[in-house]
């Protein structure tokens, strides 16, 4: 069954601040096992995230304890990226946008990242329930256009994410037939090099709450 029309909307820096959380992840590695302990985490992280293009932050827990045999704070770690409070990350504002959405469509997470973390962030945060578990974890979104038509068919999708080259992505694939939404929060975003580098968004928002006055969510549901 094809849908008349299908949200799909990104969760890292788009729903929920992640910059904040890896802020305070490295906030706790240096403060249970030292800034140089802090540094070669995230050294080994960002070797994972070039290599397999999303954070695995656990992934790095491997490795990083495999190099601190004798620091019972590494293995530790993991439990503290496991418990962190995702639903205080949430922007004002993305639960009742999300809400919103569902009035006027189908809609669903789509983010990307691995097979045990990310499921366990979008549990905690709620995010999840928001959508009824209607979501779709790629490994790259950009690449894997066919497999989320085949998941998420519909005459026309709305597709909301933080980073501008997936929405040039998603442009160029299926043109009108979808409406790219960038808002301009985190890291990502706030990158000159890449904003020069590729064609504006249909719709630019300085936050997610923003969306709420948008004609896109304005509109009477079709009965």
Known sequence: MTDARVFLVDV???????????????????????AAARDRYWALQDHLFKTLG?????????????????????????????????????????????DRMRGLGRTALLTDGDAVFQPNKLRRSGLADAVNGDLMIAVHKDEELDAILAQFPAEHHVLVDDKVRILTAFKTAWGSRVTTVFPRQGQFARDEKVLAANPPADLSIDRIVDLLEAALLAETPST
């Open 12 to 34: 890292d820096n788009t729903l929920l601040d992640n910059d904040r959380f890896q802020d305070d992840l490295k906030a706790h590695v240096a403060a249970t096992s030292g």
């Open 54 to 98: 999303y954070r695995d932050y656990l992934g790095a827990c491997q490795s990083y304890r495999l190099e601190r045999p004798d620091d019972r704070e590494a293995l530790r770690l993991a439990a503290f990226i496991l418990d962190y409070p995702y639903e205080t990350l949430l922007y004002p504002g993305a639960l009742d946008v999300l």
